[in-house]
């Protein structure tokens, strides 16, 4: 099974700031990468798909890029509303993992 | 409105079972695949299991293969995960999830509320 490292495992920051975090796949999975936020007590919420797709309605302070191994999330200006854990899942082959997480936290 | 609704989480002994549903509404539900995803206490998020529309292809994590089943009834619009041989490793917040194709990929873009299952003597 591809095993997904993610790191930072978590990341302080401050309103205003840029952030990222980055995916690392175990084999090349091409583009097949998402990420989701979950914010506490809350179901996870998909931003990205493909890589760098973003989702409908989420900010375009989110961004996403990479391919094969290495992948990163990006938020280009941290928003009050984008201190929360993040996720991200291989979707190149079954059965899919995810990253361990990134929670991101108020500096 | 898309709304999934699961059920059957509860307190079960090691070595026991459990069977979850999730009851999916606002959408055609066999035209998606349909994945469950788990969470335990404070972790992060594992994927489980994962099974196509018609309900003919199922895939799941190595951590549960062969004790865990998902199945579905198109007809009741119900997704399902028959959960045996369960050990403290398998306590944890259980999440249905809406398919999403990207590709040739499987994202997923709604998620029920999830259910709790327990496993403790």
């Known amino acids: 099974a591809i095993q997904m490292t993610q790191s930072p495992s978590s990341l302080s920051a401050s309103v205003g700031d840029r952030v990222t975090i980055t995916c690392r796949a175990s084999?090349?999975?091409?583009?097949?990468l998402g990420w989701y936020q979950q914010k506490p007590g809350k179901a996870p919420k998909l931003l990205i798909c493909?890589?760098?797709s973003l989702q409908s309605g989420v900010p375009p302070r989110f961004s996403g890029s990479g391919s094969g191994t290495e992948f990163t999330l990006t938020i280009s200006s941290l928003q009050p509303d984008d201190f929360a854990n993040y996720f991200c899942?291989?979707?190149?082959?079954?059965?899919?993992?995810f990253g361990q997480g990134t929670k991101l936290e108020i500096k | 409105e898309v709304v999934l609704s699961e059920s059957g989480g509860g307190v079960v002994q090691p070595g026991g079972s459990l069977r979850l549903s999730c009851a999916a509404s606002?959408?055609?539900?066999?035209?998606?695949?349909m994945t469950w995803v788990r969470q335990a206490p404070g972790k992060g998020l594992e994927w489980v299991s994962h099974?196509?529309?018609?309900?003919?292809?199922?895939y799941s994590a190595d951590s549960v293969k062969g004790r865990f089943a998902i199945s579905r009834d198109n007809s009741r619009n119900t997704l399902y995960l028959q959960m045996d041989s369960l050990g403290a490793e398998d306590t944890a917040l259980y999440y249905c999830?809406?398919?999403?194709?990207?590709?040739?990929?499987?994202?997923?873009?709604?998620w029920g509320r999830g259910t709790l299952v327990t496993v403790s003597s």
């Open positions: 999830a809406k398919g999403m194709r990207y590709g040739s990929a499987w994202y997923t873009d709604f």
């Open positions: 606002g959408f055609t539900f066999s035209n998606y695949a």
């Open positions: 099974i196509t529309g018609s309900g003919g292809t199922s």
């Open positions: 084999q090349d999975i091409t583009h097949d």
């Open positions: 493909g890589a760098s």
């Open positions: 899942l291989q979707t190149y082959t079954f059965p899919y993992s």
